[in-house]
């Protein structure tokens, strides 16, 4: 797939968060974490994209909007 590491930190949790079947924050926390984003960071950002309007969290299931 993608090699790159151009990517932001966020960036990567939106993708993963986008990518996967099942966006649960430890999915997320693991696909991120496989891509080089620490964990607290990428909690921090899932509550942050949900308080911008730009995610929701429902049954603790992230989707972008």
Do not use: F, H, I, N
């Not at 960036?11 to 964990?39: C, I, K, N, P, Q």
């Not at 730009?54 to 603790?60: K, L, Y």
């Amino acid at each position: 797939m993608e090699s790159g590491g151009s990517k932001s930190r966020k960036e990567r949790v939106r993708e993963a968060v986008r990518e996967l079947d099942e966006a649960t924050e430890e999915a997320v926390v693991d696909y991120a974490s496989e891509r080089g984003v620490d964990a607290e960071y990428t909690r921090k950002a899932l509550e942050k994209l949900v308080r911008a309007g730009e995610a929701t969290e429902s049954r603790g299931v992230y989707r972008l909007l």
